[in-house]
């Protein structure tokens, strides 16, 4: 059997140092938002390029954080993609935004500026693209009419953890940044976490205070917040887990390189990186057009794989009173029938990704 994601082997190799990093926790006397929180804010904003990190919850409440530190609220409409996954819409709803949807490119999945600039709106308050699977959407592009518009940009880096758009982290483009730590992620915790980067030093200031209810060091609610915190021992592990993010990602790319060789014959679509960009993969992503027939021979194989995402948002029945119809999205429908996506991460290895090939084109 080859899993579609597994943690367990990442964990074995490293095992000493996590453990210690737990237990150092423990010992220490303090749990929430303590040492390990700040070291970790600031190694992973240096990672990114950012002034500044402020760890959360989960990348959900990074993305709600944000957008409520940016001003975004009831009445204001937010231009995102539909095919992400619910967690960015349902962060926009979160601070009574209407989200509208764009369509995307069908080479790379992400925000198609074209179709971003005749979504805009006098209402149009802000635009918060996805870094799709891991590659960066077409920041030149949109900062360009978000310019135009004078609108915020918060990033949707949730799958992007070591991607780069011109020689840039992703998240260091826009107004603000936003990472999840979900354990599948390219640095994943063990269990929820996230974090929002910011050049910023008032937006920083802000999101610390909304992460906790409003509080400024103090226990006095200076603005209405939240209870968004990311806890010690999951920052402690993320520090440990910073330290192959790298690795990672590189070994990520290599195992996309053997997938593009060996699938290139293939009925399908495969993945194509930017120029000027550098893909993360933290998902490897085909198009099919027969995709039942593909899923049917990695099930008999039993090997793992996933649809990213199966329905696009705007079809969703919660958010059928946005009033979209099958139809209005036509390259985001059309790719929603199409992807499969395959297992891919670095402890997978070459001999399992070549008896995927093997299977799929067999």
Request: glycine share 8%; proline share 5%; net charge negative.
């Amino acid at each position: 059997m080859i899993p579609f994601f597994d943690y367990q082997p990442y964990y074995v190799e490293h095992q000493v140092e996590i453990d210690a990093a737990i237990a150092g926790v423990l010992a220490s006397g303090q749990l929430i938002l303590g040492p390990q929180v700040s070291r970790f804010e600031e190694a992973f904003a240096s990672y990114t390029g950012a002034n500044h990190g402020i760890g959360v919850n989960s990348g959900t409440d990074a993305l709600t954080l944000a957008l409520r530190t940016l001003g975004i609220g009831p009445g204001d409409e937010v231009i995102t993609v539909a095919n992400t996954a619910v967690p960015t819409v349902a962060a926009i709803r979160a601070v009574g935004a209407l989200p509208k949807f764009a369509d995307i490119l069908a080479n790379s999945f992400v925000m198609d500026p074209e179709s971003l600039a005749n979504t805009v709106t006098d209402r149009t308050k802000a635009i918060v693209p996805v870094h799709l699977f891991g590659h960066p959407a077409p920041m030149n592009e949109i900062m360009a009419i978000a310019s135009q518009h004078d609108l915020r940009i918060v990033e949707d880096c949730a799958q992007a953890h070591g991607a780069h758009y011109q020689g840039q982290h992703v998240g260091t483009l826009g107004d603000i940044g936003c990472f999840s730590f979900y354990p599948t992620k390219n640095l994943g915790a063990f269990g929820d976490a996230g974090m929002c980067v910011t050049n910023n030093e008032q937006s920083a200031a802000q999101l610390r205070q909304q992460r906790m209810y409003g509080f400024n060091g103090d226990q006095h609610a200076h603005c209405e917040g939240l209870n968004s915190r990311l806890d010690e021992i999951q920052a402690a592990i993320l520090s440990v887990k910073l330290n192959t993010l790298e690795d990672n990602v590189q070994q990520r790319r290599q195992l996309a390189t053997l997938y593009q060789a060996g699938l290139r014959d293939l009925c399908c679509t495969l993945p194509e990186e930017s120029t000027d960009v550098r893909h993360a993969y933290h998902l490897y992503v085909i198009r099919c057009p027969d995709r039942d027939e593909f899923t049917r021979r990695l099930d008999q194989a039993e090997i793992g794989w996933s649809i990213h995402y199966r329905l696009p948002i705007h079809l969703m029945e919660a958010y059928q009173f946005l009033g979209y119809q099958a139809g209005d999205l036509p390259v985001t429908e059309t790719a929603a029938g199409e992807i499969l996506s395959l297992p891919i991460f670095p402890e997978l290895g070459k001999t399992r990704i070549e008896r995927i090939i093997d299977i799929l084109c067999n």
